[in-house]
């Protein structure tokens, strides 16, 4: 069953192919769905992709809101979802894509060496943009791509620094780096321990996604998306179809 499950979504994923929910048909609960999960990355690792590191998912409040889930949950980063800090992301290849404001953290010694301002591309592969826990568990928590801005020190005021996401120079979200769990630095702690309890040890150069510090939104052909964090600067990409 996990295998068939994680062709299922493998192949949403490829063709850019909503399916409907899996998880209750399935009878998956969390544990299983992080099988479901592992076994959909490492097809992504079968066809090159190596792994880059670890993302952390519901962690604001306004993220469990707008999905209507309630547990702090992560999934697995690749190369292959990386766009460069400026660069442009091909919404031929996503469903419905959304964009949210993050805070990245560069792993060394499985402890932060720098912080960046950074943003996630979110795409479910569920019918909707609907899903259970177990099912966003195993869509590897919708994990689709990631922009990050440059490195620097870990500034002082780290867990309450404003954040802005712009959409083609409008300012569409605002949010503090505190919605991540009070401190993103605890959405770090809580990646090296969840991943850990899963065998997934970070490594150096890794990176670890805090979670996002608004509401997601989502992308229209075009768009040009900014995430603008306090002390830490900006983080870009555009939209293209």
Do not use: C
């Amino acid at each position: 069953m996990i295998s068939e499950l994680a062709d299922r979504l493998d192949r949403a994923a490829l063709t850019a192919t909503a399916i409907p929910r899996l998880a209750a048909a399935a009878g998956l609960d969390p544990p299983a769905a992080y099988d479901v999960q592992r076994a959909l990355v490492e097809r992504r690792l079968a066809r090159g992709e190596r792994l880059a590191g670890v993302k952390m998912g519901l962690t604001s409040r306004a993220k469990m809101a707008q999905v209507g889930v309630d547990e702090v949950i992560w999934g697995h980063l690749t190369d292959g979802m990386r766009i460069a800090d400026g660069g442009v992301l091909d919404l031929t290849r996503q469903i419905h894509a959304r964009a949210e404001p993050e805070v990245a953290f560069l792993v060394t010694h499985s402890a932060v060496e720098a912080v960046a301002p950074a943003l996630e591309v979110i795409d479910s592969r569920f019918e909707g943009f609907d899903f259970s826990l177990p099912d966003v568990i195993a869509d590897n928590t919708s994990a689709s791509g990631f922009v990050v801005g440059p490195w620097r020190p870990v500034p002082e005021g780290l867990g309450n620094l404003g954040v802005l996401l712009e959409v083609n120079g409008r300012v569409v979200q605002t949010g503090s780096t505190a919605a991540i769990l009070g401190d993103p630095r605890r959405a770090f702690d809580a990646a090296v321990r969840l991943a850990g309890g899963r065998g997934v040890e970070l490594r150096d150069g890794w990176i670890v996604l805090a979670g996002a510090a608004t509401a997601a939104v989502p992308l229209n052909p075009g768009d040009h998306v900014r995430a603008v964090v306090e002390k830490l600067g900006t983080a870009s990409f555009k939209a293209a179809k």
